[in-house]
């Protein structure tokens, strides 16, 4: 079996068990291709040039400089928006 392949087994099985986010897009073949693990009680996403780094960065043209706090713990999943 190829690296390639067993890496993409093992991702599966990961997406299988462990909580994660993935990315959606308008075009289906680029839907998909991203996934962020959460491995933390609490994860930070926000921009990259954001006083606190985040532990997910996103960017774009009309991304502000804000979070957005994912906590979670066993199967439930919370959101916060927090200026900092």
Same mark, same amino acid.
């Given at each position: 079996? #190829?690296? %390639?392949?067993?890496?993409? !087994?093992? *991702?599966?099985?990961?997406? !299988? &068990?462990?909580?994660?986010?993935? *990315?959606?897009?308008?075009? !289906?073949?680029?839907?998909?291709?991203?996934? @962020?693990?959460?491995? &933390? #009680?609490? %994860?930070?996403?926000?921009? &990259?040039? #954001?006083? %606190?780094?985040?532990?997910? =960065?996103? *960017?774009?043209?009309? =991304? *502000? %400089?804000?979070?957005?706090? !994912?906590?979670?713990?066993?199967?439930?999943?919370?959101?916060? @928006?927090? @200026?900092?």
């Amino acid at each position: 079996m #190829a690296r %390639t392949e067993s890496f993409a !087994l093992s *991702n599966d099985d990961r997406k !299988l &068990k462990e909580v994660h986010l993935m *990315n959606l897009n308008e075009d !289906l073949l680029l839907s998909g291709v991203v996934f @962020h693990f959460l491995f &933390k #009680a609490e %994860t930070l996403i926000g921009r &990259k040039d #954001a006083k %606190t780094p985040p532990d997910i =960065c996103i *960017n774009g043209l009309r =991304c *502000n %400089t804000f979070y957005v706090n !994912l906590f979670f713990s066993d199967l439930l999943i919370s959101l916060s @928006h927090a @200026h900092v």
